[in-house]
């Protein structure tokens, strides 16, 4: 309705600004298909634990030899446990939204727990660390936690220069080439 439209456009934030963290920089791409396969995963693991007892009474795997049973339990064990792991393991760093305040130089990064919910995590630009080495799911380190974005997905490139200190140190100075 007419009202609505005049009390947005009143506003003074932007619909990127959130008041507790400050301005978004950042929103990742796959935040959707990061959590829809993690769903994915924990939903076919709970249901392998609760078809199981069903499986073994239906299959008659009880009277079979114990090197049978073992590689049974063992290939449904690892499609049950491992996998959800792996996968938490791989996206636990990937941040879905980036947010900055510039009065305090601070970042805050949600990205997803194990139980698939928002997990908040605040650090200065002065705690990011650089990998020496590349690697695969790290793009930066805050703190010690690593995290993983896309440099081509941040709206404003300054915004990701000044993450990851790009604008504060150069390979040579100025006054080091007159010299």
Not at 139 to 146: G, L
């Amino acid at each position: 309705s007419f009202q609505g439209v005049a009390v947005h456009s009143l506003s003074t934030s932007s619909p990127h600004d959130h008041p507790e963290h400050g301005r978004l920089v950042y929103k990742g791409n796959l935040a959707k298909t990061v959590l829809g396969v993690k769903f994915f995963s924990y939903s076919t693991s709970i249901f392998n634990l609760f078809m199981m007892p069903y499986i073994m009474l239906k299959s008659g795997i009880g009277v079979e030899s114990l090197l049978v049973q073992a590689a049974f339990y063992g290939l449904i064990g690892i499609f049950t446990f491992v996998t959800p792991v792996t996968l938490h393991f791989l996206t636990k760093g990937y941040v879905i939204r980036l947010y900055y305040k510039d009065e305090v130089d601070t970042y805050t990064a949600i990205t997803y727990n194990a139980i698939l919910a928002e997990k908040v995590t605040v650090f200065h630009q002065k705690d990011v660390k650089i990998p020496d080495i590349t690697k695969m799911f790290t793009t930066f380190y805050a703190k010690t936690k690593s995290m993983l974005v896309n440099p081509t997905l941040f709206p404003n490139p300054q915004d990701f220069n000044h993450l990851m200190g790009y604008d504060k140190s150069s390979f040579f100075k100025f006054e080091d080439l007159e010299e």
